[in-house]
């Protein structure tokens, strides 16, 4: 699914995502990533949400975002444990679909949120 032309070329707004991957600055990722307005990190993560762990968020935790998406692939998955460690070390976490992920993150980046996104394959 396109869904904008991308005009603030200093940001990093997500131009599709679907089954080839998630579109950002004219490049495909096929791989999880992360992605914050100014950053990206790919690839990252693990194939499926039940095999994340704690030690993949240590950049996110890091950089103290005001909230964070975490998107699981093609259906949203609930990892208990990751999410209240998540909590514990001070990030606010949403959990939806890769999909849902991927237009939460265009809107709060769009209303100037400190956001980051972790987004697995939209396949997985």
Known sequence: MKLHLQRDTHRNVIH??????????????????????????????????????????????????DIMLL??????????ELLRALRAAGLAVEVMDT???????????AEDRLVIAALLPPLA
């Open 16 to 65: 599709a995502y679907g089954p080839q991957g998630i579109v950002i600055r004219g490049e495909n990722y096929g791989q999880g990533l992360l992605v914050g307005a100014e950053w990206l990190h790919s690839p990252w993560g693990p194939e499926h949400a039940d095999a994340l762990e704690f030690s993949h968020f240590g950049e996110v935790v890091t950089r103290r975002p």
């Open 71 to 80: 998107g699981t692939g093609k259906h949203q998955h609930f990892p208990l």
């Open 99 to 109: 999909s849902a992920a991927c237009r939460t993150y265009n809107i709060l980046l």
